[in-house]
C-alpha cells in the first residue's frame, strides 16, 4: 500500500491532501454515531444555563454533522473519477470505468454484511438492552435499521452486500452502507458526464448543461445527490485546467470560518445563523447542497493554500485516507454489537456515562483494528480488477492524473 500512495507522479501528488479530508470526513460519521449510539439526545441536545457558552456548544455539536460528510465523500468521489477523463476520453476507458464500478464497490460491501451478520448472530439483542440503559433510540432502532434475528442468514448477508443496497438500498446488516446506492449509480452517470464535460472547451455550455442535470436531479431522494457528484466533476475540470485559485492565508482563515458554518447546518438545531440558508433552501432533500458548497470550498483550501497543502500532505493524512472506506463500512456493526455488548457488561460498575465512554472507546479502536486488513484486502481487489479489465484497453493507458481511487 505504500507504494501507491508515495509514488504518485506529478500532478497526483499534488491530490495528497484530499486523502486527509476523506479521513477526517470518515471521523466526524464515526463520531456522529457514537454521540447517536450512546447519549439519548445525541446532537440534538440544547444546552442551557452557561450563557453564549450554550450557544457554542450547540454550534460544536452541529460540526459533528454525518449527513455532511457524507456529502463530503460525494463531492470527492466526483471529482476523483472524473478527474482521469482530462487526459483519456476514448470509449474503452469509459466502458472499463463502467465495468469496474459495482465489482469494486460489491467486493468491500460484502465482506462488511457478512462481518456483521457475525457480529449479530454473536451479539444477539444486546443493542436493545443498551438502548433501555442510555436512552438512545438510535440504538434502540439498530442504526435505523431495524433487524429481526429469525430472518437473517449469511445469505441474506450475501445478498445484501452484492445487490440489495446498490438496488434498494437495503441495510437490515449495515446501516452506513445506505450511501452505497448513490456511490453507484452516480458515479456511473459521472463516468457518462465527465468525458462530455471535458471535451466541450465552452465553459458557458458547460454550465448550461451541468445547471440542467441539476435541475433534472431535482430535490427527491436519491437521485438528487447526482450533484454532489457534478460538484466534483466542475473542480476536476478547473484543477485540469489549472484555475483552481490560489489562497493566501487571511483569505484562507475566512473561507475556514465559511467552512464550518455550511458544515454546521442541520434541520435538527434551530440556530438564528442558519436561517437564511433555511429561508433560500427548496424544499425535499436539499439540506446537501449547503453541504456541498462547504466540500468545494474544503477542496479549494487544501489545494490552494500552502501551508494547508503541507499540513494535509503528511503521512497521517494519507493513512487516515486510506483506512477511511473500510472505517466507514465496519464503525456501524462494531458499534452496535460489541459497543453494546460492553456498555451492557459495564454499566453495574461504570454507571450510564461510564460505561457509554468505555463503549465508545473500545468501539474506535476495534474499527481502527479492523480497518487496516480491509483496506489491505480493498487494494488487492482494486489491483486485481485493475489487471483484469486492462486488457479491453484499446491501447496502453496514458500517464495517469493521480493514483488515489475511490
Not at 104 to 112: C, F, K, P, Q, S
Amino acid at each position: 500500500m505504500r507504494l501507491n500512495l508515495y509514488h504518485m507522479a506529478e500532478p497526483g501528488r499534488k491530490l495528497v491532501p484530499l486523502e486527509g479530508l476523506r479521513g477526517i470526513a470518515a471521523a466526524v460519521v464515526v463520531l456522529y454515531h457514537l454521540v447517536l449510539g450512546f447519549t439519548a439526545k445525541g446532537v440534538s441536545v440544547v444546552p442551557q444555563g452557561h450563557g453564549w457558552l450554550d450557544l457554542l456548544a450547540q454550534f460544536g455539536l452541529g460540526l459533528l454533522n454525518g449527513s455532511a460528510a457524507v456529502a463530503v465523500f460525494f463531492v470527492l468521489s466526483g471529482f476523483i473519477l472524473s478527474l482521469p477523463f482530462s487526459r483519456d476520453r476514448r470509449i474503452s476507458r469509459v466502458l472499463v470505468a463502467l465495468l469496474k464500478r459495482w465489482p469494486r464497490l460489491a467486493g468491500v460491501t460484502v465482506i462488511a454484511c457478512l462481518f456483521a451478520y457475525g457480529l449479530i448472530l454473536w451479539s444477539g439483542h444486546d443493542y436493545k438492552d443498551a438502548a433501555s440503559i442510555t436512552g438512545a433510540g438510535w440504538m434502540a432502532s439498530h442504526g435505523n435499521s431495524p433487524i429481526e434475528h429469525k430472518h437473517l442468514s449469511w445469505l441474506g448477508a450475501l445478498h445484501e452486500g452484492l445487490i440489495a443496497v446498490f438496488t434498494k438500498g437495503e441495510v437490515r446488516f449495515d446501516s452506513p452502507l445506505w450511501t452505497m446506492r448513490i456511490e453507484l449509480f452516480c458515479s456511473l452517470a459521472i463516468f457518462l458526464a465527465a468525458p462530455i464535460l471535458f471535451a466541450i472547451r465552452s465553459w458557458p455550455l458547460r454550465a448550461a448543461l451541468i445547471g440542467m442535470a441539476v435541475l433534472g436531479a431535482g430535490t427527491s431522494f436519491p437521485q438528487t445527490h447526482f450533484s454532489d457528484f457534478l460538484c466534483g466533476a466542475v473542480l476536476a475540470m478547473l484543477f485540469a485546467e489549472g484555475r483552481l485559485p490560489a489562497i493566501p492565508g487571511k483569505w484562507a482563515l475566512l473561507l475556514g470560518f465559511m467552512v464550518l458554518y455550511l458544515f454546521s447546518f442541520t434541520y435538527e438545531q434551530q440556530l438564528l445563523i442558519h436561517a437564511p440558508l433555511k429561508a433560500v433552501l427548496p424544499k425535499g432533500d436539499s439540506a446537501h447542497f449547503v453541504w456541498d458548497a462547504g466540500a468545494v470550498l474544503s477542496i479549494l483550501l487544501l489545494l490552494g493554500n500552502p501551508a494547508l497543502h503541507r499540513i494535509f500532505s503528511g503521512s497521517w493524512a494519507i493513512w487516515l485516507g486510506l483506512l477511511s472506506f473500510p472505517i466507514y463500512l465496519l464503525h456501524g456493526p462494531i458499534m452496535l454489537t460489541i459497543g453494546a455488548h460492553s456498555l451492557v457488561a459495564s454499566a453495574g460498575t461504570l454507571g450510564v456515562n461510564g460505561s457509554a465512554i468505555m463503549a465508545a472507546l473500545i468501539s474506535i479502536t476495534l474499527t481502527l483494528a479492523c480497518a487496516v486488513p480491509l483496506a489491505r484486502l480493498d487494494q488487492a481487489w482494486l489491483g486485481l480488477l485493475t489487471r483484469a479489465t486492462r486488457p479491453l484497453l484499446t491501447k496502453p493507458e496514458p500517464k495517469p492524473v493521480n493514483t488515489w481511487t475511490t
